[in-house]
């Protein structure tokens, strides 16, 4: 994405000078200035390029294929030939009987993700960042990303050999500690603990970087002057630290709540099994599952493309919601 | 605006694979052709999947011999199998599609574009291509679509089902061979009370069971035991009408048979979770005795077993057919007796004489000479003849194992429909030929009580739209019945729950299919 990076100062500051331009003289027609506009930045119209055509190549284009949506697709007579169906595979999604086990199951599995897991990482960064010894605070840091480089299967199986009922150590031991018998891979009650555990095992030390970038740049005289003011720790944390890392705070969390139905297909898919598929079956292992296995490919769209619609209205809306309370949007 | 695309983008990338996948395969397929009056076809090309790590070069040994018996260049395209699925797909939807395709199985997406008309329907041609008929009619019956053949399936072995004991166990515990379900419910019970392991410590159990992928009907252990009992393989015949296995009384009283081992503790206290990759494990480690599964897997953990100690393994496995159930009778589960289908699509075989020309091409494909080929191999290069037996060259050389990975690559283009003319298999010891002698004999004669499908050949719209759900509906509520996690009252719900799900649709749409069948 570094390109959009150049691309979007350019005009920024094209604008200003934009605005200088109009008053002076308004006998150009709007497309000659453009057009003067781009001769005269040519060289960071060409750096877009490349931006432009990734995105209308890999991601504009196959928003052709969502089409299909709107029709009953037979690969044979392909998208084109087709019969067009209307909002009919919306209707079926929305009279589902699953439907409603569905959306709640992912906003509670989001929910929980975006309550517990996101907090996690502020904290976890926060206590990185008060660490004074610098080889201790470089080792857990890197001892947290590690997880994150590993795949949801390799997650999955090794939560799987901790917790098998029987031969996983850490069933013996909270089974031993507790004196119950919780079987916790296949209890319905302990699938959203485990998967927010793995989540938070995975993510959190990746998640830090970013805040730990945002808490480096803080005004190092703000602390000073806390000091001075007799402020403790836990007070500088709380009336400077926090303060001057909100924006990058709010901005994560707009960006989070646009993946709020995107709770991962490879990690649920793996913990789901026959007793827990109650609480487990989310959308994006349904369109998996009728989408790839019951061969309903426009059915299956149908459902990417409401979820698709569902983010990108709660990211306008938590962004129209920033914006409300004084802060910076991204947009 | 950057960022709105990339976050809108992110959403809009879950559209399903296929949304993607499809981009650039738009077109029509009847703007594909070279549509001059269609000429007779100068070769012939044909899709198929392959298994091994690397598909055959072109101009191989093998794909030379071919021709010549063809008489015809057979150009094949070969596709990985993990992807094949899509692959068909996305190539119906393309403009390159082959004069003939290999069809992995009678899925939706199959059922779909067959009825779309994408292919010749061949049931009124194969009866001219006396390679082309089948030995056993019921077999392409239930791989047609509603009696439609569309395609020359690939035979596989109709009875499979075994149920692997360890041998040393039952002779610590002076037990013999299960012949029935009660044997086995004992052999079960003795092999997780009894300490056959003889260490003095309560730490084996009986029947090995992993987390099945599929779900009903699916040939998994549970669904064994349920035929066993009589409970039918999948549909079952009462009344005159077709009703679906998990409805009737046996299998009910197999599910509670089933509870009683579970609850019990007579099995792995993982067979919910268990990966069914690790299936062989506990056995070969002594945690457990008995796996039911297929022959395949017999002779699986024998080499396993063999290789770890190569003096007395033959004393640590032992195995047997289907058992009889409560009722004294055998009611022994097949499989579906194919595997997939080589389907004509009509969008690049365009005539009545074409369609004739890949027939007469498939029915050569489908001669002695050839079947031994692509099944067995050259003779001298890759295998041996040995009292009418196909011997691997021993031991392998370079050459010899290409040319065996070649050959495994041509046998999924087998259709042998008029039995097995090419030569089995010869084991590489004496013990390992009684076994697979045996084993031969044992599905020969488990065969004659064979419990088929009635309603294999049947596709109901409700279920090719549903099916998926419908079923996991029972299968899920089977492993929590077993779990214990539902009473009797929550399996009636669950029953409830798919009969108003479209269990019931399914059942009509079934039997108005079943009472229009002239071939029943």
Not at chain 1, 127 to 140: A, G, Q
Request: aromatic letters at 12%; hydrophobic letters at 40%; glycine letters at 8%.
């Amino acid at each position: 994405m570094s390109t959009p990076t150049v691309t979007q100062d350019a005009p920024i500051a094209e604008l200003v000078a934009e605005a200088e331009f109009a008053k002076i003289g308004k006998r150009k027609s709007r497309h000659n200035r453009l057009w003067a506009r781009m001769v005269r930045y040519r060289w960071l119209y060409l750096l877009l390029v490349p931006g432009v055509v990734y995105f209308a190549l890999f991601k504009y284009a196959p928003m052709y294929g969502a089409i299909i949506a709107f029709k009953d697709y037979v690969p044979f007579l392909g998208i084109g030939g087709s019969q067009w169906v209307g909002l009919a595979q919306f209707e079926q999604f929305f009279n589902n009987p699953d439907f409603f086990r569905l959306l709640g199951n992912t906003l509670i599995l989001a929910l929980l993700s975006l309550v517990i897991a996101f907090p996690v990482t502020i904290f976890m960064a926060l206590m990185l960042n008060e660490m004074r010894m610098m080889v201790l605070k470089r080792t857990v840091q890197t001892l947290i990303y590690i997880p994150h480089f590993l795949a949801w299967t390799v997650v999955a199986s090794l939560t799987y050999l901790l917790f098998s009922q029987g031969a996983g150590p850490l069933f013996s031991f909270f089974n031993g500690v507790f004196g119950t018998h919780v079987d916790f891979l296949t209890d319905p009650a302990w699938f959203r603990p485990l998967i927010v555990l793995q989540d938070i095992w995975k993510n959190t030390g990746w998640g830090t970087i970013i805040f730990l970038a945002a808490l480096a740049a803080v005004d190092q005289e703000q602390y000073e002057a806390a000091v001075i003011d007799g402020a403790g720790r836990f007070q500088r944390v709380w009336h400077v630290t926090l303060p001057s890392i909100r924006p990058t705070i709010v901005v994560m969390l707009i960006l989070q709540m646009g993946q709020i139905l995107n709770t991962g297909f490879e990690q649920i898919y793996l913990m789901t099994n026959s007793l827990n598929r109650q609480v487990a079956d989310v959308f994006d292992t349904y369109v998996y599952f009728v989408g790839i296995t019951q061969g309903a490919y426009s059915y299956s769209t149908a459902v990417g493309l409401f979820k698709a619609v569902i983010g990108v209205v709660l990211i306008l809306g938590a962004n129209w919601l920033a914006k409300r309370f004084n802060q910076d949007g991204i947009f | 605006m950057s960022v709105t695309l990339k976050r809108f983008m992110a959403g809009a990338t879950v559209l399903t694979v296929t949304a993607l996948a499809l981009v650039g395969c738009s077109s029509s397929p009847s703007a594909s052709s070279t549509s001059t009056a269609a000429p007779k076809l100068d070769k012939l090309t044909v899709m198929a999947p392959y298994l091994s790590t690397d598909a055959p070069t072109a101009d191989n040994e093998v794909g030379q011999t071919l021709n010549k018996i063809l008489g015809t260049d057979l150009e094949v395209n070969w596709v990985p199998n993990s992807s094949y699925g899509d692959k068909t797909n996305i190539t119906l939807a393309g403009n390159d599609i082959p004069d003939a395709m290999v069809i992995q199985g009678k899925d939706a997406g199959f059922v779909k574009n067959a009825n779309a008309g994408a292919f010749w329907d061949l049931t009124n041609y194969l009866k001219d291509y006396p390679n082309l008929v089948s030995s056993t009619p019921a077999v392409q019956q239930a791989s047609s679509v509603n009696g439609k053949v569309y395609g020359i399936y690939r035979p596989r072995d109709t009875m499979r089902t075994a149920v692997i004991i360890r041998k040393d166990w039952l002779k610590k515990l002076g037990l013999s061979m299960p012949k029935t379900t009660d044997d086995l419910y004992k052999i079960a019970k003795a092999f997780t009370e009894d300490d056959p392991d003889g260490d003095g410590k309560k730490d084996t159990y009986g029947l090995i069971v992993p987390k099945w992928p599929g779900s009903v009907g699916s040939n998994s252990p549970w669904d064994a035991i349920e035929s066993w009992y009589g409970a039918g393989n999948v549909w079952t015949q009462q009344n005159g009408k077709l009703v679906q296995s998990f409805t009737t009384p046996q299998w009910k009283k197999a599910l509670a048979y089933e509870k009683k081992i579970v609850s019990n503790g007579y099995i792995n206290p993982d067979y919910a979770t268990m990966d069914s990759v690790t299936w062989n494990t506990p056995f070969l480690n002594g945690q457990g005795g008995i796996i039911i599964d297929t022959y395949s897997r017999v002779r699986q953990i024998t080499s396993l077993m063999e290789k770890t100690d190569p003096t007395t393994y033959q004393n640590m496995i032992a195995w047997t057919g289907n058992l009889e159930g409560p009722d004294g009778k055998m009611h022994a589960l097949p499989t579906s007796g194919y595997s997939g289908f080589i389907a004509i699509p009509k969008s690049s075989v365009k005539t009545e004489a074409q369609l004739r020309q890949v027939l007469s091409v498939l029915n050569k494909l489908n001669s002695k000479q050839a079947q031994i080929l692509i099944n067995n191999g050259i003779e001298g290069k890759n295998y041996n003849l040995v009292d009418g037996r196909a011997q691997a060259i021993n031991p392998p050389t370079p050459e010899s194992t290409l040319m065996q990975n070649t050959v495994n690559s041509y046998a999924q283009l087998g259709i042998s429909v008029g039995g097995n003319k090419f030569y089995l298999p010869a084991q590489p010891n004496a013990y390992d030929q009684t076994q697979y002698d045996a084993q031969l004999k044992t599905a020969a004669s488990d065969l004659k009580s064979a419990v088929y499908n009635p309603a294999a050949a049947y596709v109901s719209n409700t279920y090719v739209l549903n099916g998926a759900t419908l079923d996991n509906i029972i299968s899920d509520a089977r492993i929590k019945y077993d779990a214990g996690q539902i009473d009797d009252a929550g399996l009636d719900a669950a029953l409830k729950q798919w009969a108003t799900s479209g269990g019931t649709q399914v059942t009509a749409e079934i039997n108005k299919l079943y009472k229009a069948d002239k071939n029943k």
